[in-house]
């Protein structure tokens, strides 16, 4: 990437260029790729684009109001509060594919409500370098990725920050203000907490697995991880009190990494470990253990599913 303020100015105006005097859509993720290229595409068309956030259930503690305070300026901002209707559609589906097209599906019948809607004939997606390398080694469906302008029939598809990486958008997005939390916001995936729970995604899992998270981000923030979290991956006995109960097993796993194609676990210290553990599981009565993830990326991949 050139300087930061130069790719901004270049930037801003490519989106006009493409967008003409059309109407734009964009899917905010509360992630730094999408909240970048969101505030690009701002800039550049103003209350033409219509940035819109999906609340899917599946997203990170008190993500959906950090989302409405940080693009409180944009005035076109909607929120679609679709958590009933992605957990709906989760329902019985349990392969980790499936899971991925069933929540990329459901997207697009939001985002289609609100395309019809304004009229947008544009999509402006926050699509970086290695989500595209990735999704043309057939790796895995990146919901964010190509799909949405087929389907919902848009004329133009605007990748603002498509050459970068993730380092390189969190530059431009410290040099668009954008708030800390945004900037130096750990990677979220798109199909959100889902892939971290394997297996069926119910309400119960995903509140285990947003909880669990949450104090696991708090609790390694100072190792600087590429990535730290907790996955809901299974049953296991444990005992609370003077019962044996059958609970949820936690997974924490931490990683560095540059552009997450290759990842290292995270060494931690014990203390830390036993913290988040007693932490997790003292807040939840339903996790019976709490277990640390050391494989490396490959032969795991980051997240779970
Ligand atoms: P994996 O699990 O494949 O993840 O090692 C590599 C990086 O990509 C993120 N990830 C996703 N991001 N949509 C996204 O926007 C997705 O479907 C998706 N799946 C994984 C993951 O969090 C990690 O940073």
Redesign the pocket.
């Known amino acids: 990437m050139v300087d930061a303020s130069t790719f901004v100015t270049e930037a801003v105006e490519e989106i006009r260029e493409q967008v003409g005097d059309d109407r734009a859509l964009i899917a905010l ?1 509360g ?1 730094v ?1 999408s909240s970048v290229a969101a505030a690009l595409a701002y800039e550049a068309i103003g209350d033409r684009l219509t940035p819109v956030y999906v609340d899917t259930g599946l997203m990170r503690k008190g993500e959906t109001d950090q989302i409405r305070e940080t693009f409180d300026y944009m005035e076109s901002l909607r929120v679609v509060e679709a958590q009933g209707r992605f957990l709906d559609a989760l329902s019985g589906v349990t392969d980790p594919e499936e899971k ?1 097209k069933v929540i990329g599906e459901q997207f697009i019948r939001e985002f289609e409500t609100v395309a019809t809607e304004v009229e947008a004939s544009c999509l402006v997606q926050g699509t970086i370098y ?2 595209r390398i ?1 999704s043309e080694g057939n ?6 990725v190509g799909g949405l302008p087929d389907v919902v029939d848009f004329d133009g598809l605007v990748e603002p920050v498509r050459d970068l990486y993730k380092d390189e958008v969190r530059e431009v997005a410290r040099e668009l203000g954008l708030a800390d939390l945004v900037a130096e916001r750990m ?5 959100g907490l889902a ?1 971290r729970i394997v297996g069926e995604v119910t309400e119960e899992k995903v509140e285990v697995a947003r909880e669990s998270c949450h104090v696991v981000e708090e609790e390694l923030e100072e190792y600087d991880p ?2 730290a979290f907790a996955a809901v991956v299974g049953k296991a006995t444990g005992v609370k009190g003077d019962n044996r109960v059958h609970g949820w097993v936690v997974s924490v796993r931490s990683v560095e ?1 540059r552009d ?2 290759t ?1 290292r676990a995270q060494e931690l210290d014990w203390e830390t470990l036993q913290r988040i553990q007693s932490r997790i599981t003292g807040q939840l009565p339903n996790v019976a253990r709490v277990v640390y993830d050391v494989t490396h ?1 490959p032969p795991a ?3 779970y599913e």
Do not use: C, L
């Not at 790796?139 to 964010?144: A, L, Q, T, V």
């Open positions: 993720s992630g790729d991925r290695p989500d990735e790796i895995k469906s990146h919901h964010n990677p979220f995936p798109g199909p892939v590429w990535q990494s997450g194609m990842a990326k991949t980051i997240e």
